[in-house]
Structures are given as C-alpha cells and as structure tokens.
C-alpha cells in the first residue's frame, strides 16, 4: 500500500530531552512537510523539503530541526529549546510544486506529550 | 499573506440534520480553497477543493462547498448528516504559484447527535 507512516503514534519525553519523530512515504514524492496542531489553532507548518538534501523553515521553526537525507524520509527533531512541545504532529507530502496545485497527503500524526 | 478562519469552533447538530461550517479567507491574489476531515488521532483527508471552474465543488462522502469570490468565503454543506460525520472539519487556502503551501484556519468540530 502506497502512503506515509509516521511513528511512533503517542511519544513521552521528559523535560530537557530532545525527540525524534519519524515520517516515511512510499509515494515517490518530492515534497515533504511538517505540522504542529493545538486545539483550536489548526495546523503550523514547522519546516518543509522539496527535495533531498534541502530544507526551508515554516512558521514555527524554533525549537526544532529536520534533516532530509534520502527522498523517502523526513525526521523532525523536537529540541530541548522548544519551550511548549507538547502536541499532535503531522507530516505531509506532495508531488514537486510546479504550475498546478499537487495535494497533500497527510500521515496518521504522532502525538508528543512532555511529562 | 493569505489568513483563514474558521467561524464556528463547534457546531452541534442532529442527525439527518442538514449542516454548514463557515469559512472566510484573506488574501490578495487568487487562491485555491480545500476542505480537510480529521477524525479523532487520525490525519487529515481531502473532503473536496476548489482550483478553478465550477463555483459549487462536491466532495466525498456527500459534502458540497461554494467559492463565493465577492465574499471571500467557502462555506462546507451537508444536507443530512450521519453520526459518523462527527469530526473535526479544517479550511485551508493555499496561493496560486505560492508552491503547494496552505494556510489553515483553526477547525470546526462537528458533533452530530442522536
């Protein structure tokens, strides 16, 4: 089945830690994307890739790093210096942006609780 | 840059009921409109999107949406909803040539009642 994991599904991390979340894609996408959701604020886009070996920051990039090494993979680092990590990540991908809108896919979240 | 919100943070409804979440946008080129489902722990699915043509776009599940250009807005309707469409609905606007990037607004929950 084509489509994108993301694990581990809820995440514990005590403060002054940091964590690695995972988002992998079989859809031979170029594009890759991370989001933040609090309630009532619906998604913040984190930091975005759209293609290997380069990253731009999104909205809310303090606090966090990414890395994008292989076209499949997109690990987001939540950092000790991210002052407020708890929430429900999501990530994303999509065809390479060009002249026509290409939709996102989203995976299944991961949720970050800091103890 | 493009802003969107979302009206109503709850919307309580009965079912078979019919239903319309609001949404209004904020930008100053043309955009592309979409309306996303989250069930609860889950990601989001695409319900429907507009990119041109037809002002009325239907989607899955039985959901229509109308891009009203002169009111900036992309109103969600169902006319009968189901217990199962108990969700949380979220608007987005992603800028024509802006390259895939989308603004959402904070989501509407929706909580069909028996």
């Known amino acids: 089945d084509g489509g994108i994991t993301q694990s581990p599904k809820y995440l514990f991390r005590k403060e002054g830690q940091n964590v690695t979340l995972s988002c992998e894609q079989n859809?031979?996408?170029?594009?890759m994307y991370w989001y933040r959701q609090d309630p009532g604020q619906g998604l913040r886009l984190i930091y975005y890739?759209?293609?290997?070996?380069?990253?731009q920051k999104g909205d809310i990039a303090e606090g966090y790093s990414v890395s994008r090494e292989k076209k499949e993979s997109f690990p987001l680092t939540v950092t000790s210096a991210q002052k407020n990590p708890t929430a429900f990540y999501l990530c994303a991908s999509s065809l390479r942006p060009d002249s026509s809108y290409n939709e996102q896919f989203f995976g299944p979240g991961t949720r970050l609780t800091v103890l | 840059a493009q802003s969107v919100t979302q009206l109503d943070s709850q919307v309580p409804v009965f079912e078979e009921a019919p239903v319309e979440l609001r949404c209004n946008y904020s930008?100053?080129?043309?955009?592309?409109l979409f309306w996303y489902v989250q069930y609860p722990n889950q990601g989001l699915q695409l319900l429907l999107k507009?990119?041109?043509?037809?002002?009325l776009v239907k989607g899955i599940n039985g959901f229509e949406a109308e891009f009203n250009k002169s009111q900036t807005s992309f109103h969600l309707r169902k006319p009968s909803v189901h217990i199962s469409d108990t969700a949380e609905y979220f608007c987005a606007v992603s800028e024509v040539n802006a390259g895939n990037m989308l603004t959402f607004g904070g989501g509407t929950r929706l909580m069909v009642k028996p």
């Open positions: 890739s759209q293609i290997v070996n380069d990253f």
């Open positions: 930008s100053s080129v043309s955009v592309y």
């Open positions: 507009y990119l041109s043509g037809s002002t």
């Open positions: 859809l031979n996408h170029d594009a």
